[in-house]
């Protein structure tokens, strides 16, 4: 049972609009929302986070936004860059895991950028 | 270079050989994780250290399984008697602890297991 869902596997975008990048999760428990960034032969590395008490978080050209009632966040990239290229991971952590600190990882969504 | 290292970035073994990996958390991180990963999945927990108390354990960390973090500084994951399905990305990460719900966990480069 996935608790933790990225339906798209993948996404193409061109140099310079905006990359939505979806997640969805099952588990209300969750309270914590991550989203890491990771390339080939390299572990990830963390991008952005939202606590369950904000709707939004913005850090340069990424935002966050969370939707509780919907069990549903996005990760969106203005610009983006051909540098964005990698696969980005969803992440939650909460009571509802069995444990108030790991991290349950969505399977992933590969963003291409092209120039 | 301060962020989490891992050692060694690649092992490959054979059947049946007993492995041991070896990571090295941010200092002043208190909390020490372990993530399996395996291709076209996102890393998967196996077990966290609060210092040198381990915690909780997955259910994935068989009895062929064992870590340790024994001065709550560096930790190192065994696994014996590795098979073939224990082929994974093995990551690593660290967090502050400081006790609050928002812990970001960092992680290191990951050892590349590959069982023959």
């Known amino acids: 049972d996935q608790q933790v869902k990225q339906n798209s596997p993948s996404l193409s975008v061109q140099e310079g609009r905006i990359s939505i990048l979806n997640c969805d999760y099952t588990?209300?428990?969750?309270?914590?929302f991550l989203w890491y960034k990771k390339y080939p032969a390299e572990g990830p590395t963390f991008l952005i986070s939202?606590?369950?008490?904000?709707d939004k978080n913005e850090d340069g050209r990424f935002t966050v936004f969370l939707n509780k009632s919907a069990k549903h966040l996005s990760l969106h990239i203005v610009p983006s860059q051909p540098g964005d290229s990698a696969v980005y991971f969803c992440?939650?952590?909460?009571?509802?895991?069995?444990?108030?600190?790991?991290?349950?990882f969505g399977k992933g969504t590969l963003l291409t950028v092209n120039p | 270079d301060t962020g989490v290292s891992q050692d060694p970035r690649h092992k490959i073994t054979k059947r049946g050989q007993n492995v041991t990996f070896r990571c090295d958390p941010i200092?002043?991180?208190?909390?020490l994780y372990w993530y399996r990963q395996t291709l076209g999945q996102g890393p998967e927990f196996l077990t966290y250290?609060?210092?040198?108390?381990?915690?909780?354990k997955s259910r994935l960390l068989s009895d062929r399984f064992s870590a340790e973090r024994p001065k709550g500084s560096f930790s190192t994951l065994e696994i014996q008697r590795t098979e073939q399905g224990d082929s994974a990305m093995y990551l690593c990460?660290?967090?502050?602890?400081?006790?609050?719900?928002?812990?970001?966990?960092?992680f290191g480069p990951g050892t590349r297991l590959t069982v023959l």
């Open positions: 990460a660290s967090s502050l602890g400081s006790g609050g719900r928002t812990d970001t966990q960092y």
């Open positions: 939202i606590s369950s008490i904000k």
């Open positions: 250290f609060q210092n040198e108390a381990q915690l909780e």
């Open positions: 200092s002043e991180h208190n909390r």
């Open positions: 588990n209300s428990m969750f309270d914590y």
């Open positions: 992440a939650a952590s909460g009571r509802g895991g069995g444990s108030n600190y790991k991290l349950t």
